[in-house]
Structure formats: C-alpha cells, structure tokens
C-alpha cells in the first residue's frame, strides 16, 4: 500500500497528462510498437510485451519518466517527436506508400504520396501485403525507421529523394 500510495505522489508530481491513443487500432503494448496520442506525439513501447488489444485507450502519459499507464499497468515509451518539427529535417513523417507494400527483403525501395522515396538501410525479411498502407517515418538515435501500419516492426531506412 505505502509503494502504491509513493508511486501515485511521483506520478502527480512528474507532470502527467491523460490522453488516448489513436493509432494503431488494436493498441496491443508490445516491444517496438509505434503509436500515436490524440495531441499528435508518436511513442514507441520499449521492453514490454503486453498483448493488451486495446481500442483507442484513455491513458496517463507521464513524458519525464518515460512511461505510459493504460488500464493500471505501467509500459515503458520514448517519446519520438511529433510532426511540429522542423521541415528541413523532421522527426516525423506520416504518409502512405504510393501503391502496394510487400513487405522488407532488405533493399526494398518504397515510394510515398508526398513524393518521397526511402529505401530499406538495414537487413530484415518479412513479407506482407498491403495496398498503400499509412506509414510513420521517425529519426532515432540520428537514423531513421518505417512503421508500416499493421505491422508489428519498424525497419531502418534512408531517404533516396
């Protein structure tokens, strides 16, 4: 009870917001999972496997300790930025591939809406089909990653045009 009680003061006191999370639908909290707040920020779940399949949760979002809390149960995130960024060089790209996505073979080039093309930078096979799917691009630790809604991975790539 006392840690409870210790946990909740920190959690008042990290200046915590409540909001939902958008996309992707289901949520599901595990390892790598991408997704996106109702005020426009892109998280990443890291360390977790939760298997939740949730459907636009309400949740606490607490930035200064990396962590979110959904139905009670605390999940490990890092914020990735939002689209707000700079235009030159941005944190986050949201788009759709022009055309279908067969998934990674390890060059694999994709063109988006936006005129944008990206290729695949590191090695990763996996194959699914998908007719211009929603894609996030996000910049991490200087590199940049695909997340292809209704997937469960993002894969490094690098911008051609």
């Known amino acids: 009870m006392i ?8 959690i008042v006191n990290a200046q915590c917001y409540k909001s939902t999370i ?4 289901p949520f599901k909290g595990n390892h790598g999972e ?15 496997y939760e298997y939740l ?9 607490c930035p200064s300790q990396n962590i979110i809390i959904i139905n009670g149960k605390k999940l490990n995130v890092i914020n990735l930025g ?16 022009d055309g279908d996505f067969k998934g990674w073979e390890g060059e694999t080039i994709y063109k988006l809406t936006n005129g944008q093309i990206w290729q695949q930078a590191s090695y990763y096979y996996y194959y699914a089909y998908k007719f211009m ?3 996030i691009i996000y910049r991490e630790n200087g590199r940049y990653f695909i997340h292809v809604k209704g997937t469960d991975c993002s894969v490094e790539v ?3 045009l």
């Open 158 to 160: 690098k911008r051609l």
């Open 3 to 10: 840690f409870l009680l210790i946990f909740l003061f920190n």
């Open 34 to 48: 991408v997704f996106k707040l109702a005020d426009g920020s892109i998280w990443k779940v890291i360390y977790e």
């Open 22 to 25: 958008v996309s992707p639908v």
């Open 82 to 97: 939002n689209r707000r960024s700079s235009s030159h060089s941005p944190d986050i790209i949201e788009s759709q591939i």
């Open 53 to 61: 399949y949730e459907h636009r949760p309400d949740i606490i979002v």
């Open 133 to 135: 799917p929603n894609i």
